[in-house]
């Protein structure tokens, strides 16, 4: 593994997004989704669960401040660590105990690493403020020794770190130190960052393989790659060698999560699948158990990978990469086809209608593909964060920003949402906020700091591994080169790049080509040095302000059917153009879409359209209606016989943009013939 | 409704079974299934679960001695009656209280009831020897008063009809009743007869709509049915008048199930469908809920609809069964779509491969169509007996009668039962006995009185419902008619009938035209009156002995499509035959069997085949097989285009062979072309 391959995000403060497509996204979470959320961390949306995230965070910092005034004379009160969620038994009664969820400190947490990334891009002093505030109490909940995690800090402080695989006390601290490292990257205030770091070093100096400490690991990853943000940040190896001890340890025998719960004799190897924490993380070769959790380790590992340039643990990332993309995938960028334990199923096990493809799983999975792409340059990985954008992950937020899925299966009927309880976890509409509300904030912060994810830099080179429409500035090396991409993605694949330094050494512009082109077709300056390697084109030239390359890479209308392995994809197939996949509506195209057979032969058109207030690409597609009228007066199983149809243009929107027209069917695999 | 279309079972007694077929499976009840579960009642299996039945029994008897023998000093000790099921601490260290699944008495009824039905068939001293030693066991468990469910008589008495929604009394009451009935019939002893009997006015002393008692129903049905045989039995009119009160009771406002655990503002209208009792049984107009219970309810009802003559109560008997045979029966007689509650799901909701269809309900459901048919003879309600007979039932005992299945699955992967939880109801292989034993003794009982099933009579008419061998005698009315029937069903339909009484007055022979037949031919003696009704063939004349009728019901076989409206048998084709339903098995066809597709138009051959220790007839239908060589090592997703097929032979079994050879693919429903 070569460390010169190696390459990082760009600084979003080097970046102004102006891209059509994402600049809206962005500006739904600006303008919608972080005041909502905040409304929503102070317990002030009418109607909706309380989250008590804010009101948890008072009442620890008056617990410290109690502390402070009355010394050793203070003797906390206590309260039971029984519930995942602690309510109160009279709303609006609240007694001193913490309530909500128990890793409800980690709302904040992505609340603040969303607005870190909006002031970067969009400064608003109103907004700071209330960061800073907010900043302030939480900052105030902070024990002296550094832990802070308020749902022990409230109700037992002597049960600190005694349930690492349950109770998320790891998973707190690593969104912490996101949103600390966010926060001061964007504004440069180290308050919390201070506060993350002496967090981490708390936690060093309580769990790691010396002797007197516990050998303990997250039950719900995270803490790896937010301590290896720290690492990177701050050059202070203690984060690196914490996040290195946690994933070398995971999954060692005796397991540590028998250990802490004292059991002696352990049953079965694979209990701990569902936390990855079954086997050591280089012996892992098939993503499993909850799919949030995995592709966060995954993530981490990455990192560490990269940091320690590790062959194997670069090897095993790459094993489980290749393991969920060939196997476990949804054509949308979703994973986790289970809801039982919001997990991987296994390989090729891939339904429709029970899909569980939760929207932080896309998330973490893009976080997972950026950090494959630093390790190596592949288009692959950049075509996977692409896959999962566009469509999974998106699918998650209403149009208008004020609604949310949690799970974003590929075929729905409402009645069986309503009835069958096997479909209970798949909601026919979006939801306004969940008591648990991991995916709207994590949406926020993906979606503000997009420009992380579509350009890394090395010293030489910059790559473009997403067409994200902005004005850049890489600084790689200490060399400022700017440049400024414009781009109709993901509706046109004419793209360009302009360069707006001059530069007198040469330097390289790494254009990803993505899986779906057939074919580019390029116009670059004469006496450019071009070269294509892993699905990126290599430009180099000691380019001068003011030249430009364009690429035009043609996007048809494909029909794509997943592989014959997969049971429940079996002679249907499914509408893409370029990145973006597409689906039918019962608003399109009335009820029973499992009638409708989409015609391989048949003509298909891409046109431009106006609706739900959106500017988009629609598809029609030449297909064809079983007929089924007065199916119901009719038996219900009957000599077969080859079945009757009537001509049917089948209407696609984007799969992103699926119910926003109220509750109906949608599919995104369809019969095909021809 | 004119009361002398209303037919009954022919008596066992009146009966000797020659059917090649069923004779097999009733010595496989005989010989494996009764001498087992006596085994398995009294705690004998090795490495199974304890029933506990018998010594349950054993305990309560105790009791009553010890209530006897010190009179009013006698203060029981009583235990909790918090559980579904209670075992012991440590295996084999039981102290006084009950143990066992709490509806465990039943599984001493359920084998009695197959005892006596055998016993009929068979005479067996040393059966009938064991039978009447545990009958007096069981008597003497019974309280002075009749009341008799050792659940409560050893735990709490003072709990006696304290929860009649969940905990089986009058389920176990029920069982009881059935059991001595037919050991009645078949032996003439009225020990368990009178018990059950006194068990049953002791009910209508506590239960019924008099002031004083309680307003309760069935949480589980049963004892509506088993009280109408009480009645037919006996003549008693109070067993007809609290069957009658059971199921016009049910589903009234305030609910009774509400009233029973105090609630005074029940919630949402509809949490009783699992229990049937959401609304009251005429305005019922689905079928909801458990499954089992279900079937079981509406029998009841149809029995009390015809013991009153009740018109309102046979249609809404015929509305439940339509909305059943119309929009919720699998294709092999199975109900119940889904493991979720044991329960029927929506209309037309119908999955291969999560489906329940457990067992007994599919036996429930032959209980509910015998009943309509002695409402009305219509052949529709034999056709859907005989399609859960062949299939959906039978495929619940494996060939050797030594393992059983609960859930009758119409597609099954090995792989999913193992990993998948939304799978684990379904098992990939038989099991030998079940804690909760429903089906298996269900089964027996079942089989045992096939000819009940077979054969209804009424003064002047004898209904051949199915066609089974065997030698009868009708003795409706007083008058003995006999006859023998000769079938090789399910292979041929070829069926024969001979008059073996010379009558003076005609008499009629109903001949059933199953649905699947395409024509028939019939030879007759000259000058025999033909009448086509519902799909019975009336044949009347003065018969004479030796006289006899040839019926030849040509089989083809049929591809058989379901109603458009089933989403997952779209564009799919089962294979039938006669009355049979094929399946394809991994034993025979190779992994994959997603990838077979059978075509419409090719040659399907039926042949007579050896395999399994049986004689049965094998398809093998023209079909293709999609070409997956080497599909690990493709992409997850790619372009479509037109698969690669290669020819291929389909080899089909019948469905109810199916996992006889270990563990691996089953298919009923198979994508077809042409």
């Known amino acids: ?63 410290q401040k109690e ?84 749902y022990y800090l409230i109700n037992d402080e002597s049960a600190i770190f005694t349930n690492l695989r349950d109770n998320h006390e790891l998973y707190c601290f690593g969104h912490l130190a996101e949103g600390a490292a966010a926060y001061y990257q964007a504004t440069g205030k180290d308050g919390l960052l201070k506060a993350a ?5 708390y936690i060093a100096s309580q769990i790691g393989p010396e002797e007197g400490k516990k050998r303990g690991y997250p039950g719900h990853e995270i803490a790896e790659m937010a301590l290896m943000r720290l690492y990177e940040l701050t050059g202070k190896r203690e984060y690196l060698e914490l ?69 194997s643990l670069k090897r095993a990332c790459e094993t489980l990469w290749n393991n969920i993309v060939r196997k476990k995938l949804y054509i949308t960028g979703g994973i986790g086809a289970t809801h039982e334990g919001e997990a991987f199923s296994f390989d090729y096990d891939l339904p429709n209608d ?6 932080c799983a896309a998330i973490g999975l893009v976080f997972f593909a950026r950090r494959m792409l630093q390790l190596t340059p592949k288009a692959e ?27 974003n299966p590929l075929e729905v009927l409402p009645e069986a949402c309503h009835k069958d309880k096997r479909k209970q976890h798949v909601k026919p509409v979006r939801q306004k906020w969940f008591g648990c509300a991991c995916c709207p904030p994590n949406l926020a912060r993906l979606i503000s700091s997009i420009g992380s994810y579509a350009y890394t830099e090395k010293e030489d080179t910059l790559f473009l591994h997403l067409y994200l429409g902005g004005e850049i500035t890489a600084q790689a090396g200490g060399r400022q080169v700017r440049a400024a991409v414009y ?24 254009l990803r080509i993505p899986g779906w082109a057939d074919g580019y077709e390029l116009d670059a300056p004469e006496g450019t040095k071009r070269e294509e390697k892993d699905g990126y084109l290599y430009l180099t030239r000691a380019w001068k302000k003011g030249e430009s390359v364009r690429m035009n890479i043609p996007m048809k209308i494909r029909l794509v059917c997943a592989n014959p392995l997969v049971r429940e994809d079996t002679g ?10 597409y689906c039918m509506e019962e608003a399109d195209n009335g009820k029973n879409l499992h009638l409708l057979e989409i015609g391989a032969d048949e003509m298909h058109t891409a046109a431009g359209r106006d609706a739900m207030g959106e500017h988009f690409i629609g598809i029609t597609a030449g297909g064809r209606r079983r007929m089924a009228d007065g199916a119901e007066e009719e038996p219900l199983y009957a000599e077969y016989r080859a079945p009757d149809y009537e001509k049917a243009e089948l209407v696609y929107i984007p799969y992103y943009m699926w119910n926003n027209r109220g509750e109906g069917e949608m599919q995104v695999f369809t019969r095909v013939y021809g």
Chains 1, 2 share one sequence.
């Not at 602690?86 to 609240?94: A, D, F, S, V």
């Not at 770091?197 to 070093?201: D, L, M």
């Not at 990985?381 to 799970?407: Q, T, W």
């Not at 530069?503 to 512009?509: A, K, V």
């Open 572 to 581: 249907k197939a499914a509408v893409m153009r370029g990145p973006v996949v």
């Open 487 to 510: 781009s109709e993605m993901p509706w046109n694949g004419a793209v360009s790049l302009e360069c707006r330094s001059d530069l007198d050494e040469p330097y390289t512009f790494a």
């Open 67 to 150: 502390k402070r005034e009355k010394g050793s004379a203070y003797v906390p009160q206590t309260w039971p660590l029984t519930t995942f969620e602690t309510l109160p038994k009279e709303p609006g009664r609240l007694d001193g105990r913490f309530y909500g969820f128990l890793f409800q400190d980690s709302d904040f947490s992505k609340w603040v690493e969303a607005v870190a990334y909006s002031l970067s891009q969009h400064p608003d002093p109103e907004l700071e403020r209330t960061a800073d505030e907010a900043i302030e109490i939480v900052c105030a909940a902070q024990r002296e020794d550094g832990y802070l995690d308020t």
């Open 354 to 359: 029970t899909a569980y493809a939760e929207t």
């Open 197 to 201: 770091e002496r967090f981490a070093s």
């Open 243 to 311: 996040a290195s001890y946690f994933v070398n340890e995971r999954g060692r025998k005796p397991y540590y999560f028998d250990v802490e719960r004292k059991l002696v004799c352990p049953p079965g190897e694979l209990r701990y699948q569902y936390n990855q924490a079954h086997l050591p993380v280089r012996e892992q070769e098939e993503a499993v158990g909850h799919a949030v959790r995995a592709v966060y380790l995954y993530s981490g590992m990455a990192d560490v990978a990269r940091a320690t340039e590790d062959e």
């Open 1 to 63: 593994m070569e460390r010169r391959d190696f390459s990082n995000p760009l600084p979003l403060t080097g970046l102004r997004v102006t891209d059509n497509f994402w600049k809206k996204e962005m500006e739904l979470v600006r303008t919608e989704v972080i005041p909502y959320q905040w409304e929503a961390l102070n317990d002030r949306v009418p109607g909706a669960a309380p989250s008590f995230c804010m009101r948890n965070y008072k009442r620890a910092a008056e617990i």
């Open 381 to 407: 990985y950049a075509d996977v964060m692409e896959r999962a954008l566009y469509n999974g992950v998106l699918s998650g937020m209403a149009l208008d920003g004020k609604s949310f899925f949690y799970v």
